[in-house]
């Protein structure tokens, strides 16, 4: 989980921390704040090049399922399909505590959608969320096995952060 925080709200005059407060609410901040960190990862995550195996198992899929444009097939990040870092992106929850609000970004418990087979034959078992993994416990995977945290915002993305924020609050309290 990833966390961005605004903090010091309770040292702003009690009138204008409300209107700061609802505008962070706004769900066009969330939206923003989840494609910037999207963005950020699928750029700039590179943890080595993947196994032999990993790259065949790759080339053999990559033509049966339409794969993410920032995808390599000799490049370990946390894209395939990109299914998983739009989970991430759509799940920016907002939590404010007095004089802070914060928004975590996490992927939810919802289930990944199974890889179409190469050789074009239905599973049986595609329906049953047995065989399916949710998407945090693959994040919950990908850090334990390969020390992967990818949700590790970087410095050059909080100042992305911090100006997308800025202009966003300026837009809502300006109107």
């Known amino acids: 989980m990833a966390k961005v925080k605004v903090l010091n709200l309770d040292k702003i005059r009690s009138d204008i921390r409300k209107k700061?407060?609802?505008?962070?609410?706004?769900?066009?901040?969330?939206?923003?704040?989840?494609?910037?960190?999207?963005?950020?990862?699928?750029?700039?995550?590179?943890?080595?090049?993947?196994?032999?195996?990993?790259?065949?198992?790759?080339?053999?899929?990559?033509?049966?399922?339409?794969?993410?444009?920032?995808?390599?097939?000799?490049?370990?990040?946390?894209?395939?399909?990109?299914?998983?870092?739009?989970?991430?992106?759509?799940?920016?929850?907002?939590?404010?505590?007095?004089?802070?609000?914060?928004?975590e970004i996490k992927q939810s418990d919802k289930f990944h959608k199974p890889y179409k087979s190469p050789s074009k034959k239905k599973k049986s078992s595609s329906k049953s969320n047995v065989t399916r993994p949710k998407y945090s416990d693959i994040q919950n995977w990908m850090i334990n096995n390969y020390n992967y945290n990818y949700l590790k915002i970087e410095d050059f993305t909080i100042k992305k952060l911090v100006t997308f924020m800025r202009k966003a609050l300026e837009k809502i309290l300006v109107k």
């Not at 990862?41 to 090049?49: A, L, M, V």
């Open 20 to 103: 700061i407060t609802l505008a962070l609410r706004d769900e066009t901040i969330r939206t923003g704040i989840g494609e910037i960190v999207a963005l950020d990862i699928k750029e700039t995550k590179d943890f080595g090049t993947p196994a032999e195996s990993t790259q065949k198992w790759r080339a053999r899929y990559e033509k049966s399922n339409t794969t993410d444009e920032y995808y390599q097939r000799n490049k370990l990040n946390a894209v395939f399909t990109g299914e998983l870092i739009e989970d991430l992106k759509n799940n920016v929850r907002l939590s404010s505590t007095k004089g802070d609000i914060s928004y």
